[in-house]
């Protein structure tokens, strides 16, 4: 006898929610490796003088690291509405809470308060401010400190413009993928959880 449907979603739910754990816990070490990597390099390039060309590795390192925390976030937010949207209909069959409301998931209790909030609630300030501190803010402050010195040298201004470029791309990426909402499409974790195409008719 095989198993029912609501098994398959229930199994599907929990492999989605420990996924969006994992990505929860990379996205949490991405800002300690961020952390150690300014204490690291800002510690040796301050240390003499002839070491302050070293400040120039940390745009590249801190960009590189901002998008990685972009992706993990674009992980979370498909495996949330996969949730919200395909997986939490088997609430129907859950009893109402002890005030006698409806059982509300925590991605549909989340896309309901993002809603009514606006666009400049205080949990999204706080998140913004803490990117630009964490990876904005050291990064910024190498190329001032490296100005002078790039200018001085050809090799050295090609990788202080090439940082400044990679700096602003990787801002650009991250506040378009902030901004943008999830297409239906776009909300498939794997693709085996895709449902069949229908054939196309004649």
């Not at 990679?166 to 085996?192: C, N, Q, T, W």
Request: net charge neutral.
């Amino acid at each position: 006898m095989g198993a029912e449907p609501s098994d398959f979603k229930l199994e599907a739910y929990k492999t989605l929610r420990a996924e969006i754990g994992h990505h929860l816990q990379a996205m949490s070490a991405s800002v300690g490796v961020a952390l150690t990597a300014v204490a690291a390099i800002g510690a040796f390039a301050l240390s003499k003088p002839d070491n302050r060309d070293a400040l120039l590795v940390l745009p590249f390192v801190l960009s590189g690291l901002a998008l990685v925390q972009v992706n993990h976030g674009i992980q979370i937010r498909r495996r949330d509405e996969y949730i919200r949207t395909y997986l939490w209909p088997l609430k129907e069959s859950l009893p109402p809470t002890s005030h006698g409301l409806p059982v509300v998931s925590w991605e549909e209790w989340i896309a309901t308060i993002r809603l009514d909030q606006s666009a400049l609630n205080p949990a999204k300030v706080a998140d913004a401010v803490g990117y630009v501190i964490v990876f904005g803010f050291p990064s910024a402050g190498a190329l001032a400190l490296t100005a002078s010195a790039a200018w001085g040298k050809a090799s050295l201004a090609i990788v202080w413009g090439l940082a400044v470029l990679v700096m602003l791309v990787a801002a650009a990426i991250g506040f378009v993928v902030e901004s943008k909402e999830l297409a239906p499409s776009d909300s498939y974790p794997h693709r085996s959880l895709r449902p069949p195409r229908r054939p196309s008719q004649v």
